[in-house]
């Protein structure tokens, strides 16, 4: 019995150490929490405004863009894949690695090539370990990424879609992340980026037809559209634009995705905590039943030697 109870109290001890490790590891998830919604209310503003601007011009002018005119029979497609460094955040990671797994697979259905970019060490690992190729990754940053993370990741993606297909480029860019709804409810979404879908683009930057109609929804319905005059043209300015529109949707994505994973691990930090201490719980009783049994069997014991010797005693009299 004493080997038994030395069990149970050397199990107590590990799970209170590791108990105490997940609530730090809770609280820190947190904090974090909190410096990453202010990150992504305080880039929504640019972000809004800049693809007011891409519609306005997309929409008054009639010029033939490659970044907002779709190709007739487009052959290869982009998928770039935002996942975090680090684990313990339950399913955040598997949720996005599916996600994108169902968009390759819709888009491979389609007819076309998919040129697979990944964001995060744990999505770069998933993909090695199947030998599925990676066109280019990035990691280090998805804990805290900064606007010049979104531009160092938006670079290559702009180049391709610039280039002919035959030469590597690609028809179409499309992201998958983690939007940040609450801090109980994380949502994997697939997105097209490039080419531009101006209803879409419309719908994004007037908050849903909040605040009125987008201007490709006016259109739509025949509505008189604002003629505008562009300096020194209107390829020129879309040439400028539009790379910053990747860049604030990538830099937004990447701020959603990291508030994300904090609120997942937040959440999965906590139920570890929880659980602990459950089974802190079940040991203790154990423990306890332990310590009792091998009570009660020393007083038998006892007992029984003293009613052995009272025999003994009782013959030896007689």
Known sequence: MGAQLRVYKRRIRSVTATKKITRAMEMIAASRIVKAQRKVNASTPYATELTRAVTAVATGSNTQHPLTTEV???????????????????????????????????????????????????????????EQKIADSWAGFTDDPSYQDAKQVADPLIEAIRQATDEGGVDELHIVYTEFVS?????????????LSLDAVSASANGGAADGEGAGQAASKGQLMPLYEFEPSAEDVLDALLPRYVEARVY??????????????????????????????????????????????????????????????????K
């Open 72 to 130: 007739e029979r487009p052959a290869r497609a982009a998928v770039l894949l935002l996942t975090s460094d680090r684990g313990l955040a339950g399913g955040y990671n598997s949720n996005a690695i599916k996600k994108a797994e169902e968009l390759t697979g819709r888009l491979r259905g389609d007819g076309k090539d998919v040129t697979t970019y990944i964001v995060g060490r744990k999505g770069v690992a998933y993909y090695q370990f199947r």
């Open 183 to 195: 801090m109980l409810t994380q949502t994997p979404k697939d997105e097209r980026l490039l080419p």
């Open 252 to 317: 937004n994505a990447l701020l959603q995705s990291a508030a994300s994973k904090h609120a997942a691990t937040r959440r999965a930090m906590k139920a570890a905590t929880d659980n602990a201490g459950d089974l802190i719980n079940t040991l203790s009783r154990l423990a306890n039943g332990a310590r009792q049994a091998e009570i009660t069997q020393e007083i038998s014991e006892i007992v029984g030697g003293s009613s052995a010797l009272a025999d003994a005693n009782a013959g030896s009299d």
